[in-house]
């Protein structure tokens, strides 16, 4: 049977507490949301995001609509969800109004933002640039200002690069620390709920609601700078960098510099894609070999290689995982943060080969592996900026200290 998605309009009861305009989906100029679809869905009640406006990633169940998970195929042979994501009900419950489905890159599998059924989301800080994927539609969502903040979800750094691309705050929680209850999964061991928003208060109010907790004061007793983060040929970068650290030292707290990729970022990046290509796998793979003509070229390149990794291979890359979470627990403790560039530099020009986006793969992922790997959170601040294009800063802290960099992002996003 083959099932197709629900097309109409949902819109919760009218309440003049709300105004009709808040019910609107925005008019799409940045090709943000996914085609078709219109989902408004109206607040349950008054609370801490009144006024506020949202997007999901096309991984989130809202119900009576089908989760199409960026591939056009998938999304007219699945069901409708039969309810709609605890994730988003929290948003909902705090005032906030959903305004609709943006566009993810195919099964989540990329780190560019491009995808073949819908187009390219617009990075309207450089529009002849990618905007990062996976999250893509939902960072474009927010950088174009169609809505106040966006869920996307973040496996090896789908909502801090689109973050960085595109000169917004993005923010990686705690592995665990947010429902993925009604989320397609890709791998289960590194999925996280992230959320982007234009300010960081914004960015901290929504955590406050997601990880129910409340906002505290900035304090941190150490900066851990990741210099081979750092290290760039681009000597205008470079000096943006110098400037962004001497900033750090001018703080009464202690800076030193650690290499966090040791013994290399390969062992990291394998033990991350050989977890993430197996779950996938298991979660996915029936289908995905079926209908891998169904994919854009470069995604299904790589599809067709999940099955290649073996149930020793995944055991082999847990085992060396549980030795670099102990590796990266002696650098980061409570108090303690690493900082380091989000992203090896500005967004890439659109139009690059397969060739070239596959092996600036690789160099992105050693800004993303450690987060990923250990499930730390990370933030990631649009501080600095070359010709006019934004590169995030991040900072990653201990598992649990979510509050401390979001209540980070908000000192150091105002000063």
Known sequence: MQ?????????????????MSLLMKPADTCNAFVPGEMITVGPNRRGKLSSLTFAVKELYDVKGFVTGAGNTHWKNTHPLAQATAPSIEMLLNEGATLAGKTISDEMA???????????TPLNSKCP???????????ASAVAGGLVDFALGTDTAGSVRIPASYCGIYGFRPTHGAVSLEGVHPMAPSFDVAGWFA?????????????????????????????????????L????????FIQRLSELPVE?????????????????????????????????????????GEEI????????????????EKRSA???????????????????????????????????????????????????????????????????????????????????????????????
């Open 3 to 19: 099932f197709i998605a629900h097309r109409t309009a949902r819109i919760r009861p009218f309440n003049l507490l709300y105004p």
């Open 109 to 119: 599998f990329s780190l560019d933002g491009e995808n073949v059924h819908y187009g």
């Open 128 to 138: 002849d640039r990618i905007p990062g994927g996976s999250s893509s539609g939902s």
């Open 198 to 234: 234009r300010t960081p208060d914004v960015l901290a109010k929504v955590g406050s609601v997601l990880l129910d907790i409340e906002i505290p004061e900035f304090k941190a007793n150490r900066f851990v700078v990741a210099r081979d983060l750092f290290d760039t040929k681009d």
């Open 236 to 243: 205008r970068v470079a000096s943006e960098y110098d400037a």
């Open 255 to 295: 800076i030193v510099e650690a290499e966090l990729g040791k013994p290399d970022f390969s062992t990291w990046i394998e033990a991350l894609r050989n977890i993430q290509w197996w779950e996938l796998n298991q979660a996915h793979g029936e289908w995905i070999s079926r209908n891998l003509g169904t994919f």
């Open 300 to 315: 299904r390149g790589r599809l067709e290689k999940i099955s290649s990794v073996t149930r020793n291979d995944m055991e």
């Open 321 to 415: 995982r549980k030795q670099l979470i102990r590796q990266i627990e002696n650098i980061i403790s409570p108090g303690t943060i690493v900082v380091f560039p989000t992203a090896p530099g500005v967004a890439p020009l659109k139009g690059r080969s397969i060739d070239e986006a596959r092996a600036a793969r690789i160099n992105t992922m050693r800004h993303t592996c450690i987060a990923t790997v250990a499930g730390l959170p990370q933030v990631s601040m649009p501080l600095i900026e070359k010709d006019g294009c934004p590169i995030g800063i991040s900072f990653l802290g201990a598992q649990g200290q979510d509050g401390q960099l979001l209540a980070a992002a908000q000192v150091f996003g105002k000063s």
